[in-house]
């Protein structure tokens, strides 16, 4: 466990049981947390790229526990969107978000308990940032729900983005992209239409 501000965090945390086998039939990675660290400096390379998160908004797809949402409004964003399939996780990032509606109140938040795959968004999303939560085919539905409503985002990042193709097949190109010795921590993806 590690704290971060008022709350702990564990590193990783897998599905519960009784659920995994669903969820990973359906394509979906355990639980990965962000590292802050690893936040603050995707955000440096978004400014970079001429995203000015005070006029932005961010959807954190795989929301876990809320941390990305906080770390998101600490960075400025003006609107910060989360959406979570299970709901143990669900219940702590609501948690986390009646926080930062009273710490944040300048801020929109909105978070939802649902299937990704399942969201079309109403309005226009800036940066979509996502650590890996899915297989190939469920980013690509994903992706294409954007995409059907006219509404691609700008940006992608995309931690350990092991369906990097699948974001280029769509109309992204690669921007800024971090490896260590061992793998991409990320990369980040710019719609080219």
């Known amino acids: 466990m590690m704290k971060l501000g008022k709350w702990k965090i564990s ?17 979906y990675q355990p639980y ?6 690893i936040f603050y400096k995707a955000i440096k390379d978004l400014k970079l790229l001429k995203c000015n998160p005070y006029t932005s908004s961010i959807l954190d797809i795989g929301a876990g526990k809320g941390k990305v949402m906080r770390l998101a409004a600490q960075s400025g964003f003006k609107k910060v969107i989360g959406i979570e399939i299970e709901k143990k996780f669900y219940n702590e990032a609501v948690r986390c978000v009646n926080l930062l509606r009273n710490e944040y109140p300048d801020k929109e938040f909105l978070l939802l308990n649902s299937n990704a795959i399942d969201y079309f968004p109403i309005e226009k999303i800036d940066v979509v940032y996502l650590f890996n939560p899915f297989a190939k ?17 700008r940006f992608l990042v995309y931690l350990n983005p092991v369906a990097g193709d699948v974001v280029e097949s769509l109309g992204y190109y690669p921007k800024i992209t971090h490896k260590t010795k061992l793998y991409i921590e990320y990369t980040i993806f710019e719609n080219c239409d």
Not at 140 to 145: G, H, K, S, Y
């Open 11 to 27: 590193l990783y945390e897998p599905f519960p049981k009784n659920i995994a086998k669903n969820y990973k039939d359906k394509g």
């Open 32 to 37: 990965q947390p962000t590292y802050y660290w």
């Open 137 to 153: 085919t469920a980013l690509d539905q994903i992706l294409r729900n954007f995409a059907f409503v006219n509404l691609k985002p």
